[in-house]
């Protein structure tokens, strides 16, 4: 068995980048596969779990690599392999973090944000990372502990905005203080403390509420399921008939992007929008034009209230009757002005109605 044991570490040093790497995708699609809600209980408990394996490692190591504590030399063997359970803790929680805003992200509005957390998923294996002081790692457990209240706390309360997101920062403050607690009893230097905890702590909670300030944090647990133009939206025995004029094989238009208006038109928006069970909000419809001289100009903000529980989603819409010919996009929006989604389309008007036209029609039920 000691044989079995050293060969199994010769050939984990000989390769340490490989089967880090491999533990850290190992992490990311393993929760690609296992995805569930994110309010499924077992999923809440799974990331609890790992925070705290992930966060007791970071706290003896952080204790070890500053002197203040040695490992028994029985553990020595099995503290050695603490880097693998990190990178695969790691990349299990951010992989699950950045699926649940990529979910709920407007890439147009959120691009730099989620860029910046699959950055750090990839930042994560470099060797530059994995020999770095314990301070950078303690950022990477800030961000999953952060993501992990921003996305707990709306879903609880039932409805995002600014009270959720302050709540979230507060409580990772808080948590963040009951680890200084801990260690500031075991380290008197008020210096290791401020430069290994305090610092990277506090500029990566100024950095989430900079990018909150800027919109770019997607709106977890929203998420748009299906948006797009149509001629009419009907409501049939609680399912939704929606007609549009574009060939079905045209996949990438959602409905009738290219609207051609007739006499009398109304322009449809129809959306679905997933949130969870309990869950009570508003969105906004948010109604752009893009004027020629002054760019995009807001016509209209159209206020639609959501309920979660649905599998398939909320199911709502709102119509135009009144519109100009051009471009035209709709933003679907928070009350605190985070973006959801958006679509864009183009209105084209013939004057003459067209006895013969052809509509297709879609059913969500």
Known sequence: MTQLKERLLKLYEENEIKVDIAFFLGGFFFDVWTLSDIDDPVAI???VVYLLILGSILYFDFLKSHGFISIHRKLERIWEYRQLAVHFLLGSLLSVYSLFFLKSASLFSSLIFILLLLGLMVANELKR???????????????????????MVPTALGFVGLVPFILSLTLTGGALYGIYVLLKKKVQNEVILRKSLVIPSGTVLALFLVFYLLGWIPPVPLSIQNMGIYHSVEKVEGAYVLSYETPSWQFWQRGDQNFKAEPQDKIYFFAQIFSPARFSDSVILHWYYKDPVQGWQTTDKIPMTIAGGREGGYRGFASKQNYSEGRWRISVETTDGREIGRIYFDVTKVSEINPHRAFYKDIFR
């Open 45 to 47: 408990t799974q990331q």
């Open 129 to 151: 990372v994995r020999e770095s002081e314990i301070n950078l790692k303690i950022g990477l457990f800030v961000i999953c502990l952060f993501s992990f209240f921003s996305m």
